[in-house]
T-cell receptor
Framework: EAGVAQSPRYKIIEKRQSVAFWCNPI?????LYWYQQILGQGPKLLIQ????????DSQLPKDRFSAERLKGVDSTLKIQPAKLEDSAVYLC??????????????????FGPGTRLTVL | QKEVEQNSGPLSVPEGAIASLNCTYS??????FFWYRQYSGKSPELIMF????GDKEDGRFTAQLNKASQYVSLLIRDSQPSDSATYLC??????????FGGGTRVLVKP
């Protein structure tokens, strides 16, 4: 089974430029997540999709970040304009369904390799 | 107070010893917890999950949950150099939302 795919793997941009990241989840996974992981910290959830709808975007800086999952499969995360503090690894994850707490097998989040963003 | 807190380490253990990692959380309503391992430059991978008070063992790993004291721990027995990584503790909230701690870096010395 193919894992979560992300591209590009690395990106270097100047501040105030824009950048976009792409994620293709595991086939059949309805739920997709974007995390930001700053060096030395744990991942922080930015946005969560169930199919093509947004479940949670409470921690997404909406003045500069946007994300979409138009057909309920692939997703893109965009930053415009980028700031120095956006330098981080952006991780995409997917899970089979969005369900209750009891059944772990349907809730495990599988992570992609991430995109390392450096803002100069 | 952070929702999930971990000692950043590094936790240095000799090969063959037991590594003990701790995680505390602030929300008493938290039901289930996950331990992820993250090698340098790689993405997190699930090691174990626990949602009942007590111990849960899987191979060389044992997770312990104490809801009254609001802490979760992970024990790694017979530590190997390949266990050198950052270990992330996460609590799961409704909607499968994970909140991660900052991670504990573990170094296993041969």
């Amino acid at each position: 089974e193919a894992g979560v795919a992300q591209s590009p793997r690395y990106k270097i941009i100047e501040k105030r430029q824009s950048v976009a990241f792409w994620c293709n989840p595991i086939s059949g996974h309805a739920t997709l997540y974007w995390y930001q992981q700053i060096l030395g910290q744990g991942p922080k959830l930015l946005i969560q999709f169930q199919n093509n709808g947004v479940v949670d975007d409470s921690q997404l800086p909406k003045d500069r970040f946007s994300a979409e999952r138009l057909k309920g499969v692939d997703s893109t995360l965009k930053i415009q304009p980028a700031k120095l503090e956006d330098s981080a690894v952006y991780l995409c994850a997917s899970s089979l369904v969005l369900s209750g707490l009891a059944d772990i097998s349907y809730n495990e989040q599988f992570f992609g390799p991430g995109t390392r963003l450096t803002v100069l | 107070q952070k929702e999930v807190e971990q000692n950043s380490g590094p936790l240095s253990v000799p090969e063959g010893a037991i590594a003990s990692l701790n995680c505390t959380y602030s929300d008493r309503g938290s039901q289930s917890f996950f331990w992820y391992r993250q090698y340098s430059g790689k993405s997190p991978e699930l090691i174990m999950f626990i949602y009942s008070n007590g111990d849960k063992e899987d191979g060389r790993f044992t997770a312990q949950l104490n809801k009254a004291s609001q802490y979760v721990s992970l024990l790694i027995r017979d530590s190997q150099p390949s266990d050198s990584a950052t270990y992330l503790c996460a609590r799961r909230a409704a909607g499968n939302k994970l909140t991660f701690g900052g991670g504990t870096r573990v170094l296993v010395k041969p």
